[in-house]
């Protein structure tokens, strides 16, 4: 069963958090990326630029709109993905949880995958 | 086929309705792999009992004929609907393949699935009131009528909210197991929060004009038992010990027009000793596990107060340590309050009025009721007259229950009129 792990956090707080320290989190992060591909659990992921990178488009009044920025104007945003296979929900949670940016904050929502698409 | 024949198997059969439908029930969802599924086939399994054992007698084991019977029909509904819906096909393999592996009459595992069952209903991914919910009807058996009315909602607000919370079950495969050792503490901990819930609105009802809804509090001390006698956890004891200690105080907590009576003026003579002394032996037990939990320490100190032959006889100090240790377990404002009031009982008032003017300023409390009536309480036993009419009425604006409304009316006259 595929979940799709969604990090979100305070790009703001993540920015102030000092250098050195920012690097140890992203070593050990990078070291459970590669726990998780040989484990056979993790099947995609990506880390996304920052939320000033993005551009929302939709429609208004039949025309196409865009704005400037991410979709939702919340203090946290989505930072990157992890698509994972595991047997169930609490498996999926376990993984969620060793993610090492918890510690300093954030958010990480765990959403079931209906039906892949390729 | 004789009447009299009928009439008794039917009488059998709701004896182990009553006394076997959860743990038939808890077997079955593991069996099928889906809660609609396994109570279609409980369902189907309690008719044909009606019908089957008038011919061939009363199994030994009704249970597992129940369990047996459930699985062959649910298969056998499923292979029908397979017909005109392939992608059925996939499920009733499955069901097939699982039915095979389960030979003969299992106990330990039929207490684990009563377990998986409990954990499963409070699972944290399903909102709170979906886990009370969840848990009244498929562990403790209650229809959706009788749950609504106990949370004083309607019966399709019930229902929905047990179809949603099963329907996410299924969709984000929640898992049908007794959690691991590492996850234990937590997922015991939402489990006991759902049982106390549950408790609490038997004890003392959020609103409306009587006190307490007792059917509730009782379904609450019957699922504590069931939880101790699969998982004998300290907490989950302290838990069971906790809800007696209040419960054996029932009879005396309101005056048979419904009037609040508070601890320190109840009658002592009607609080249940059995509930005492289950209560007590209980305490002791998870105590002896050295592990300190809120659930043990609250209970702890409802023990000190249930063998006490009176407020002025009561062990005020060991109250106030047990609420030291509560407070290093569990800080809370709420807490922190009730072990002012005890402060008070070994200190005297103006040291208690001191530490609830203190939580006051800090603001967490100025909402509750219960906050302002302690205040007031203890200005009306300094002669502070006029500061305890002013808490008194801050009280009366927070509390919605009559009973309290009364209370608090009757001490606010009793300060204009004393006695």
């Excluded at chain 2, 054996?248 to 009607?270: F, H, K, M, N, V």
Aim: aromatic share 6%; with cysteine.
């Amino acid at each position: 069963m595929q979940y799709l792990l969604m990090c979100c956090f305070d790009e703001t707080k993540w920015e102030q958090i000092p250098e050195a320290q920012r690097d140890k989190v992203m070593k050990e992060y990078h070291a459970l990326l590669q726990d998780l591909a040989k484990s056979g659990h993790l099947q995609a992921g990506a880390k996304l630029r920052p939320s000033t990178a993005a551009i929302t488009v939709r429609r208004k009044n039949g025309k196409a709109a865009m704005t400037d920025g991410p979709f939702a104007e919340t203090k946290e945003q989505l930072g990157g993905y992890h698509l994972i296979e595991c047997k169930d929900l609490d498996e999926a949670i376990a993984i969620a949880n060793r993610i090492p940016t918890l510690p300093f904050g954030g958010a990480i929502e765990v959403r079931p995958i209906d039906f892949q698409e390729r | 086929m004789s009447e009299g024949l009928e009439k008794e198997i039917r009488e059998t059969v709701d004896s182990v309705y009553r006394s076997d439908s959860r743990r038939v029930l808890a077997t079955l969802i593991r069996l099928l792999g889906d809660f609609d599924l396994a109570e279609e086939a409980m369902h189907d399994a309690f008719i044909a009992a009606v019908e089957q054992w008038q011919r061939e007698g009363v199994p030994k084991n009704p249970a597992a004929w129940l369990i047996s019977t459930g699985r062959f029909k649910a298969i056998d509904a499923m292979r029908r609907r397979a017909r005109f819906d392939a992608s059925l096909g996939e499920i009733v393999k499955q069901l097939e393949a699982a039915a095979g592996d389960t030979s003969g009459w299992n106990e330990e595992a039929v207490e684990d699935d009563r377990l998986r069952l409990i954990f499963t209903c409070c699972h944290p991914a399903l909102a709170p009131d979906a886990q009370v919910a969840l848990t009244l009807r498929e562990v403790c058996g209650l229809a959706t009528e009788e749950i609504a009315r106990a949370f004083l909602t309607t019966a399709p607000t019930v229902a929905q909210r047990i179809v949603r919370a099963k329907r996410k079950i299924h969709d984000a495969r929640i898992p049908y197991q007794v959690p691991s050792q590492r996850d234990l503490p937590d997922r015991l901990d939402a489990v006991l929060r759902v049982i106390y819930l549950v408790f609490n609105e038997g004890y003392s009802a959020s609103s409306g004009s009587s006190l307490t809804r007792h059917d509730l509090s009782g379904e609450a001390i019957r699922l504590g038992r069931l939880l101790i006698e699969l998982l004998p956890e300290p907490e989950a004891i302290g838990l069971l010990a906790l809800m007696l200690l209040q419960e054996s105080r029932r009879a005396a907590r309101a005056s048979p027009t419904g009037e609040l009576i508070l601890l320190g003026d109840q009658d002592r003579s009607l609080w249940n000793r059995d509930q005492i002394a289950e209560g007590i032996a209980l305490v002791e037990q998870a105590l002896s596990s050295r592990r300190f939990g809120p659930y043990s320490l609250q209970a702890a100190i409802a023990a000190v107060h249930a063998e006490a032959p009176s407020t002025e006889a009561t062990d005020w100090a060991q109250i106030v340590g047990l609420y030291d240790v509560l407070m290093r377990v569990e800080p809370s404002p709420v807490i922190e309050l009730n072990r002012a009031v005890a402060v008070a009982m070994r200190d005297g008032p103006a040291a208690g009025l001191a530490l609830i003017d203190a939580l006051l300023s800090q603001g967490d409390l100025q909402n509750y009721h219960l906050a302002h009536s302690a205040r007031a309480d203890l200005c009306r036993r300094l002669g502070k007259v006029v500061e305890a009419r002013t808490s008194y009425q801050a009280a009366l604006r927070l509390t919605q229950q009559e009973p309290e409304r009364r209370f608090l009316e009757r001490r606010l006259r009793e300060l204009s009129n004393p006695l």
